[in-house]
Antibody
């Protein structure tokens, strides 16, 4: 089955760190660009970060630049998000999402998400 | 940075009616880079439309997308009970490389 499964969310204090993982299965992970997208409780979707298939190109939203690091391990079919200096406004469900086509740049496969709560 | 504004914020309609959702960009967007998603409570978003007008795999033909430049529209020709959800438009920006979502339109049962 083609799927993405996130893990690693939880409760963390402001200023703390957390590492999210996304396990891919059912498709050739190394052929696709991947992204993290988050959704604060009751709010809309916000793109967080993007990484190309070979990790050559990495991009971040301004809101997380310098604090979050995206990476991937194609041998393990896994995507990661290292989150440091966490703030209350980082509280959200974090989804990993696959770029289905590098011409149209849409997200065609999403995980179910993992909840990150930043609170003292 | 391009801002996407969706309207209306909430749309109240009955099953069988036609729904028209708008997505307006603050500057011109390539049609190739405009997508629409549906999200139901507690679920991940689902891709409906890409390239402004191409339906994703498995999406019923009652969903259609149109538009160009700064104005894009998602139309649901005849609403089914399962269509009541939140809809987001999204664009890909090449300089700087980033993705932007609209704030969403909630389609609710009247």
């Amino acid at each position: 089955e083609v799927q993405l499964v996130e893990s690693g969310g939880g409760l963390v204090k402001p200023g703390g760190s957390l590492r999210l993982s996304c396990a891919a299965s059912g498709f050739t992970f190394s052929s696709y660009s991947m992204n993290w997208v988050r959704q604060a409780p009751g709010k809309g979707l916000e793109w967080v970060s993007s990484i190309s298939s070979s990790s050559s190109y990495i991009y971040y939203a301004d809101s997380v630049k310098g604090r979050f690091t995206i990476s991937r391990d194609n041998a393990k079919n896994s995507l990661y998000l290292q989150m440091n200096s966490l703030r209350a406004e980082d509280t959200a469900v974090y989804y990993c999402a696959r770029v289905g086509n590098s011409y149209y740049w849409y997200f065609d496969l999403w995980g179910r998400g993992t909840l990150v709560t930043v609170s003292s | 940075e391009i801002v996407l504004t969706q309207s209306p914020g909430t749309l109240s309609l009955s099953p069988g009616e036609r729904a028209t959702l708008s997505c307006r960009a603050s500057q011109s967007v390539s049609s190739s880079y405009l997508a629409w998603y549906q999200q139901k409570p507690g679920q991940a978003p689902r891709l409906l439309i890409y390239g402004a007008s191409s339906r994703a795999t498995g999406i019923p033909d009652r969903f259609s997308g149109s538009g160009s430049g700064t104005d894009f529209t998602l139309t649901i020709s005849r609403l089914e009970p399962e269509d009541f959800a939140v809809y987001y438009c999204q664009q890909y920006g090449s300089s700087p490389k980033s993705y932007t979502f609209g704030q969403g339109t909630k389609l609710e049962i009247k």
